[in-house]
C-alpha cells in the first residue's frame, strides 16, 4: 500500500476522497464525469449532463485557477461550479476560506456556486465565518449576484437527492 509521507500529501489523498464521492453522487444521478480539458476540444462527444473535472477560471489575483468541477445540467438548466475543501487536521486549508469566497464572488462566472467542505480539522470558527459570508452576503456578493452555498458532503448528497429525483 502507498500512503503519503508528508502532511500535505495526506491531506491531496483525503480530498481525494471528497472528490471521489461527489463523482459518485453525480455518475448514479446520470451524470457524465469529463475532464474539462477534454470536454472543450469536442463537447459534442459528451451529451448535456455533465460533471466537468477540474474547470478553470482566472482568479482574484489574474492566474489561472481550477475548481474540482463545473455540474452542467440542460435536462435541469443549471451550471454550479463546485469547490471542494477538505481539512481532517490542523493545517491551512481554513485559511484559504476567504480567498475561495472572494473568488467565488469577483472571479468565478457562475451565478451558483458550491462550496463542500470536509473532515472536521478545521480552526474553530473558520467554517462558521465562510458559511455566515456566503449566507449574510458579505463583502459584495449581492453585487455579484451570486448564489453561493457552503455545504457539507452529507447536504451535498441530501441536495443532488432531491433536486435529480427522477434519475
Known amino acids: 500500500m502507498n500512503r503519503p509521507s508528508t502532511q500535505g500529501?495526506?491531506?491531496?489523498?483525503?480530498?481525494?476522497?471528497l472528490e471521489r464521492m461527489i463523482r459518485e453522487v453525480?455518475?448514479?444521478?446520470?451524470?457524465?464525469?469529463?475532464?474539462?480539458?477534454?470536454?472543450?476540444k469536442r463537447?459534442?462527444?459528451?451529451?448535456?449532463?455533465?460533471?466537468?473535472?477540474?474547470?478553470?477560471?482566472?482568479s482574484i489575483y489574474g492566474h489561472e485557477g481550477k475548481t474540482e468541477f463545473l455540474l452542467v445540467s440542460a435536462d435541469?438548466?443549471?451550471r454550479i461550479r463546485i469547490e471542494c475543501k477538505w481539512q481532517q487536521s490542523s493545517g491551512s486549508v481554513d485559511e484559504k476560506y476567504p480567498y475561495v469566497y472572494l473568488n467565488a464572488i469577483?472571479?468565478?462566472?457562475?451565478?451558483?456556486?458550491?462550496?463542500?467542505?470536509?473532515?472536521?480539522?478545521?480552526?474553530?470558527?473558520a467554517m462558521?465565518?465562510?458559511?455566515?459570508?456566503?449566507?449574510?452576503?458579505?463583502?459584495g456578493a449581492d453585487v455579484a449576484g451570486k448564489n453561493i452555498r457552503v455545504m457539507s458532503l452529507d447536504d451535498f448528497v441530501t441536495w443532488a437527492n432531491r433536486?435529480?429525483?427522477t434519475h
Open 9 to 17: 500529501g495526506f491531506a491531496n489523498s483525503s480530498g481525494t476522497v
Open 43 to 58: 463537447p459534442e462527444r459528451y451529451g448535456t449532463e455533465l460533471l466537468l473535472q477540474h474547470a478553470p477560471y482566472t
Open 106 to 125: 469577483e472571479a468565478m462566472p457562475e451565478k451558483d456556486i458550491f462550496i463542500v467542505l470536509g473532515g472536521s480539522g478545521a480552526k474553530k470558527g
Open 128 to 139: 462558521d465565518w465562510l458559511k455566515r459570508a456566503a449566507q449574510e452576503r458579505l463583502y
Open 163 to 165: 433536486t435529480f429525483r
Open 26 to 40: 453525480m455518475t448514479s444521478k446520470g451524470f457524465t464525469v469529463v475532464p474539462f480539458s477534454k470536454y472543450i
Open 76 to 78: 435541469y438548466n443549471l
